[in-house]
């Protein structure tokens, strides 16, 4: 077994196509494709497009024997494996929408996740489910009591038998397909991509943000049912018509040097990740792994869906130079789902441009002007970069009129790419979608020219007697103390008793010893001061406790959430102690 070529001679057409079935027919004659690893690196599976679009249609076949409606929802539980692009590309065929459902599973989150997968099933709908083995046992107790009219493995579909039937795929304004938003654990929001609104951002990443040639080969370790997987390592490379090598998420989570070492030995140039992806991988090399690491091929070394530290960046850049890594092939963006999947990028081949920014008079005013003082007063901000051609952006402020530039305000995004509506959701929907169009994003930020720069969620800021402070902003100067892990921390605001807001800061750490964990409550606590000149109140927890969405990004609200739970918590015990110490009197 072999993995699909890099080059081929099918020319590369980004453009032109109705529908995600038409993408598939044209790539499937060429010879590239999907290629899959497993656990130690070697490859596992090979899932050409010529062969992904027979086996489809196969498969479309057999659903449509079921006698399923047209435009029913198929929950496809979305693990690194061949099966789900079988199934999606199945459902372009037969007509049907296909839902990815998450397959990441905390230990110890068994109930959490079968109640997740439940509720997201229960929101769209779903006609028909289909697990891998891994899975069959969670969604069994997940569809219980639920109106479906299958489910099973994929072995057990393969069981049915295909019927004699003319396909009607899914047309230009139908849904291609729901996207599951990052925050929908409790309250499930599928967003309806149609296929017209697919389209049009995937040739705009491939023409404008990535710039996709023949020679370009991609690499991820990303799950399929976030987003950036889902689109920009199964859809990207399939309207370029390029072959993707991919890791599992665990696989990379417990062995992150293989997402470098399959970059080397096939010749990725392109691949993505979050901040902390980076930073872990930089953790966990050794000297002997980068003698024999050749990452000069890797062009565009993406970054995006969270908040970008360019610090950790840095440190990842700077370990791997030695085998060729070029800091330049950073590229920052911003996106997410309501949009399909981007809508900026910053310069190709430029690296990352971080904005300085005087931190009192950003917190005072909302403006972010340049820094001329030392880091003490100093907050770093990465430039996102220029909107890709089909959107246009405004900086509003909290009563809707548009600020001028390097002011703060709420970031808000229109074009062909911004979606439909939250399935089924009217209320959601109108929230942050106006009558025209113009989507609220929810997050803050300021624009420099043309330029657009992220500082934060707008539900996240902290508000200390009437100053904006940026919870990330506390968060990496906790994460620069002794004991305290990268990624650990989630800082949010909290009402006191005297109505008045204070800041919160629940942080990770191994440390048991009492002195150890005191030192690192006072090392945080003097830098905040020192920095903000505000108190913080800190709250240290255990490792892999903080809540995470389903794409692995921390939930602060969740934090929130699960902080006043333990202090009400508290609180009962305490007063049940009072009350038990006084009978016992």
């Keep these: 077994m072999i993995p699909t070529k890099t080059n081929q001679s099918l020319p590369i057409k980004t453009a032109g196509y109705e529908t995600l079935a038409d993408v598939l027919e044209y790539a499937a004659q060429g010879d590239s494709g999907f290629n899959f690893y497993d656990g130690r690196g070697h490859l596992s599976a090979v899932l050409p497009y ?9 498969l479309a076949r057999r659903l449509l024997g079921l006698g399923c409606q047209r435009g029913a929802r198929v929950g496809i539980i979305a693990e690194t494996e061949p099966m789900f692009h079988r199934f999606f590309f199945a459902c372009q065929y037969a007509g049907l929408i296909p839902v990815a459902l998450p397959a990441g599973i905390q230990l110890g989150a068994h109930g959490a996740y079968v109640s997740q997968v439940r509720r997201m099933l229960k929101s769209c709908g779903a006609s028909l489910v289909v697990t891998p083995e891994s899975h069959f046992k969670f969604m069994s107790e997940a569809v219980q009591g639920l109106n479906l ?10 069981a049915l038998p295909e019927i004699d039937i003319e396909f009607e795929p899914l047309g230009v304004d139908d849904p291609a397909y729901l996207q599951y938003t990052s925050g929908s654990t409790s309250f499930p929001r599928g967003v309806e991509v149609t296929q017209k609104t ?11 943000g990535l710039e996709l040639d023949s020679d370009d080969r991609f690499v ?20 370029g018509q390029l072959s993707v090598d991919y890791l599992g998420s665990r696989t990379f989570a417990m062995r992150p040097r293989l997402w470098l070492k399959l970059l080397s ?48 960046l840095k440190d990842f850049a700077d370990i791997l130079a030695p085998c060729g890594f070029d800091r330049k092939s950073f590229v920052a963006c911003y996106g997410m789902a309501e949009c399909v999947l981007a809508t900026s990028f910053a310069p190709l081949g430029e690296g990352l ?16 002007e340049p820094s001329a003082g030392d880091a003490l007063s100093t907050s770093a901000y990465v430039d996102c970069g220029k909107l890709l051609p089909g959107f246009e952006f405004a900086i509003l402020d909290d009563d809707g009129a548009e600020l001028d530039d390097r002011f703060c305000g709420h970031i808000h995004l229109k074009g062909p790419s911004v979606m439909r509506g939250y399935f089924q959701d009217e209320k959601s929907t109108s929230e942050v979608l106006s009558e025209d169009g113009w989507l609220n994003t929810g997050d803050i930020g300021y624009r420099i020219g043309q330029h657009l720069v992220i500082t934060s969620r707008s539900k996240d800021v902290i508000i200390i007697k009437g100053r904006n402070i940026w919870p990330y902003d506390l968060e990496v100067l906790a994460q620069q103390t002794k004991g305290v892990k990268f990624g650990g921390v989630a800082a949010f605001s ?91 009197a």
């Design 50 to 58: 010529s062969v992904l679009r027979d086996e489809a249609k196969i």
């Design 198 to 208: 697919v389209l049009s951002n995937l040739t705009e990443i491939a023409e404008y």
């Design 353 to 368: 441009k971080v904005d300085l920014v005087d931190r009192e008079k950003m917190a005072e005013n909302g403006r972010a």
């Design 149 to 158: 009219t299958m489910s099973g493995t994929e072995a057990d579909f393969n």
């Design 494 to 584: 909290v009402t006191g008793e005297a109505r008045e807001e204070r800041a919160v800061m629940v942080v990770e750490t191994r440390e048991k010893d009492t002195a150890i964990r005191a030192s690192i409550v006072e090392g945080i606590n003097r830098e905040i001061h020192a920095h903000f000149g505000i108190n913080v109140q800190i709250d240290l927890t255990p490792r892999g406790t903080l809540p995470r969405t389903s794409s692995g990004k921390l939930s602060r609200s969740q934090s929130k959430q699960d902080f006043l739970a333990r202090k009400t918590l508290q609180g009962v015990e305490q007063m049940a102690a009072k009350v038990g110490a006084k009978q016992s």
């Design 220 to 239: 991820s370790w990303l799950p399929f049912y976030h987003d950036m997987g889902l689109v920009g390592f199964i859809l990207v490379p399939l309207i």
């Design 265 to 312: 030995d096939n010749g990725g140039t392109i691949s993505s990740a979050p901040t902390f992806g980076y930073a872990l991988c930089a953790k966990r090399l050794r000297p002997s792994d980068i003698e024999t690491y050749d990452l000069s091929r890797w062009r565009a070394a993406c970054v995006g869906a969270e908040r970008i530290n360019p610090e950790p």
